[in-house]
């Protein structure tokens, strides 16, 4: 008979471990809001103000410091709690939390003696009596600290352990096993465990990353017929171009090595045919060209080299392929064997067949193709003045053909690299005019209004502005109305006409927001930061939902679906992974359960709901913008108050207020930033290495941790969101100084660099707002600039400032 836990008796000897490893000093009194964060090593010790606190409200106060990132503070309410409270129902969440907040901390070393503590003093599971959750996290939370130690027989002996519990984790739990079997050379267990993985339910990236595994070690032990096996089924998985070229490559080696001539040829066949800009398929070509039973066709051979720009290859395919093809595609081969002598240098021939091919089919597509070509070859060639009137003549002589815009559009860029700037504008106003509707009238009417607003032309402008507003929507109807109202005077009825259209035509955009600001329209919501979506708001939103989806709202007939939603492995394991401290596999798996929904905006909007209640804003905003992607076109404005908070979240509030304020930033103006700059996923890191919510590069993080005076910086801190958070904030309040104050300078140096936005601007000043965003030539920073204000306003109009 399990006998119920004597609390008092074993928190004991976890409490004497656990407080004697807490170094730490806290404020004197109890403030809820974070002070400016200490170093990562200090750890604060409770205070008699703190221990006057009831557990309840102390376990909270961790938890909540814990999701912030802010494992110092929450190691002090734990201990308080733990001090003041030992036989209360929250001590033994709050020994586990203060052990795990040493992992948290990366201080592995008293993570495992706490964690083993824990687990030795509380109560046992056995036969009749399983591990609870806490328990079972503990051993897991302890594999991973003797994996951090590298001690990896113990490692794979506490994942045998938690796998024991058969829980949704069991296979990342065999996952990370099997690397400490690997470590150890146990490579056949080892093996064994990867094939386990691949084959089972977990996300697609983890299983191809455990077939690869697998695949070495079958490899390196001597079994290639069994690794051949398992490039197939990673094969059936596989499906980033990128990713699938290599794997191609490498197994049709596999198979040739292993007698399969026939799977080897398919599958380089697959690259050359399938992928052949990939440098892959250029291998891949290289082996089928020496074996003549490869059957791979001279067209894509001949395609393979010209993606790599191999013109000599190239050609005499293009010969071979021509003479097997007919019709309509013979003639496409020879236009392609025309732009490849055009690449070589040889305009002469490519002018020849180019024309030949425009006198043989000159009302077939391929025909009309060449004939641009041919104007094109001919600008190239080095006769600016023949390309500009064949473009011309092409518009005139087809004026119904899709290419017609296009070559106009062409004709208007030749004449301004001729710097013939009024030629270039009488270009573009007559591509305008002829084809309002087309996506290059769309940049030729800007780039006029702009030329004309720029002499002094304003009517002119306004005309070129507000035709090009008439044929778009959205935000390019937007910005061609802003413009449109920039061009009159403030006194003139076309000038607020124009700027509530701006605002009508896209609310949530940076011109929307512009438009106000020239209004004098106050931008002000009501619901404080702190405020839940309540069940009206919820239901509103089902309801709404419910009126396109042709499925019954949630509340009526589908209630089964948010059960389904819940119980979906994918999110079980997505929570239990952040349980555990796996929060890359925890997104990883929401992600794949927003990629099986795609298409089914209810299931979405369930999703997006349990995120948000699950405190993953990333999720719920991605998932939220998945069922506003479905729904059929709309007013921004009608999308419901639940939907347009899940794509505007306010989460970390405490430290988005606290930092804020210490920094003389709007928190609005803040999550309007980091939602552009992360979405709020608190792990992301972009292609060029910025890291966090505030996406801070490493080496500018050092130097803002030096001014902060943060002891012991590691850029691994930057995942935290209450550092990220700071270290954002502290940057853009210094840009926004040292632009004069300047938001959209501020922005832009952020993002930019301050010596481009300087550039921009003429100086550390902005003096005309618009201008200056115009101005940026950098097309990323000046979509950033325009997506944060765009953003700010909308956070302005659903939120009172605090």
């Not at 503590?117 to 609870?132: E, M, N």
């Not at 504008?425 to 006029?448: M, N």
């Not at 200056?772 to 950033?784: G, H, K, M, N």
Request: glycine share 6%; proline share 7%; hydrophobic share 50%.
């Amino acid at each position: 008979m399990n006998k119920p836990p004597r609390r008092a008796g074993w928190l004991v000897p976890l409490l004497a471990l656990l407080l004697a490893a807490c170094d730490i000093v806290s404020p004197s009194v109890p403030d809820p809001s974070p002070s400016p964060l200490p170093a990562p090593s200090a750890a604060p010790t409770a205070t008699p103000a703190l221990a006057a606190l009831a557990a309840p409200e102390l376990l909270g106060r961790a938890l909540r410091a814990r999701a912030n990132g802010d494992y110092d503070a929450a190691a002090v309410d734990l201990r308080a709690l733990l001090d003041a409270h030992p036989t209360s129902a929250e001590a033994r969440p709050a020994a586990f939390y203060l052990a795990e907040s040493f992992a948290l901390r990366n201080r592995w070393t008293s993570a495992i003696e706490a964690i083993r503590t824990f687990l030795a003093s509380g109560p046992q599971p056995d036969a009749l009596h399983p591990a609870d959750d806490l328990y079972a996290r503990g051993v897991f939370l302890l594999a991973r600290g003797y994996e951090q130690a590298g001690t990896w027989a113990d490692a794979a002996a506490a994942y045998e352990r938690y796998r024991g519990f058969n829980t949704v984790l069991e296979p990342y739990a065999r996952l990370r096993q099997a690397a400490q079997q690997q470590a150890l050379g146990r490579n056949d267990a080892a093996a064994a465990g990867y094939e386990a993985v691949a084959a089972g339910e977990i996300v697609r990236g983890e299983r191809a990353g455990a077939y690869e595994k697998a695949i070495a070690l079958r490899l390196a032990i001597g079994q290639p017929d069994r690794a051949l096996a398992l490039y197939r089924a990673l094969l059936d998985l596989a499906e980033a171009p990128g990713y699938r070229a290599r794997l191609l490559l490498d197994a049709a080696a596999l198979a040739e090595a292993q007698g399969a001539p026939a799977e080897a040829h398919a599958w380089r066949r697959e690259l050359a045919e399938r992928l052949p800009a990939t440098p892959q398929a250029l291998d891949a070509l290289a082996r089928l060209a020496a074996d003549p039973e490869a059957g791979l066709a001279p067209a894509a051979a001949a395609r393979v080299y010209a993606a790599h720009e191999q013109w000599d290859a190239a050609l005499p395919l293009y010969d071979a392929a021509i003479q097997a093809a007919s019709g309509d595609d013979a003639r496409e081969l020879r236009r392609l064997r025309a732009l490849a002598r055009r690449a070589q240098g040889n305009f002469a021939g490519a002018l020849a067949e180019l024309a030949e091919l425009a006198a043989d089919a000159p009302d077939r597509p391929v025909g009309r193709q060449a004939q641009l070509d041919w104007v094109q070859t001919t600008g190239q060639g080095g006769d600016a003045a023949a390309a500009i009137e064949g473009y011309r003549q092409f518009a005139d002589a087809y004026p119904d053909d899709s290419l017609a815009p296009e070559a106009l559009a062409r004709a208007a860029a030749l004449l301004a690299r001729q710097n013939d700037a009024e030629g270039a504008l009488a270009q573009r106003l007559e591509l305008g005019h002829r084809y309002p509707d087309s996506d290059q009238a769309h940049d030729a009417l800007y780039a006029a209004g702009w030329a004309l607003f720029n002499a002094g032309k304003n009517g002119a402008a306004y005309a070129a502005w507000d035709l090009l507003r008439q044929h778009t929507t959205g935000a390019a109807a937007a910005q061609a109305a802003f413009w449109s109202a920039r061009a009159r005077e403030a006194q003139s009825p076309d000038y607020t006409a124009q700027l509530n259209a701006a605002r009508a035509a896209a609310p949530d955009s940076y011109y929307a927001a512009r438009a106000a600001d020239l209004l004098s329209l106050p931008i002000s919501g009501t619901l404080p930061l702190d405020a839940p979506i309540d069940a009206d708001s919820w239901r509103a939103a089902e309801d709404w939902i419910a009126t396109w989806s042709r499925q019954p709202p949630l509340h009526v007939g589908t209630q089964g679906y948010a059960a389904e939603v819940a119980r979906a492995p994918q999110l079980q394991r997505a929570l239990a992974l952040a349980d555990v401290g796996l929060q890359p596999e925890a997104i990883a798996e929401w992600n794949e359960a927003r990629a099986a929904w795609r298409d089914d905006p209810v299931r979405l909007y369930q999703l997006a709901r349990l995120a948000y209640e699950h405190g993953v804003p990333y999720i719920a905003l991605k998932a939220a913008e998945d069922v506003l992607s479905l729904a059929p076109a709309q007013d921004g404005a009608a999308t419901p108050l639940a939907l347009r908070r899940l794509v505007f979240p306010v989460p970390y509030g405490d430290v988005m207020l606290a930092q804020a304020r210490q920094h003389g930033l709007d928190p609005l103006l803040l999550y309007a930033t980091l939602r552009q700059e992360s979405l709020f996923n608190p792990g992301a890191v972009s292609a060029a290495g910025a890291v966090g919510l505030a996406q801070v590069m490493p080496a500018t993080a050092q130097g803002i941790a030096q001014n902060l005076g943060v002891a012991d910086f590691a850029t691994a801190d930057l995942y935290r969101p209450a550092v990220g958070i700071r270290f954002g904030a502290f940057y853009l309040s210094r840009q926004i100084a040292a632009m004069s104050g300047s938001l959209p300078g501020g922005l832009a140096a952020y993002n930019g660099g301050l010596g481009n936005a300087q550039r921009w601007a003429g100086g550390d000043s902005v003096p005309d707002t618009d201008r200056f965003v115009e101005s940026i030539d950098y097309p990323e920073t000046r979509a950033y600039v325009k997506l944060i204000y765009g953003y700010y306003a909308a956070y302005r109009g659903l939120y009172a400032a605090p």
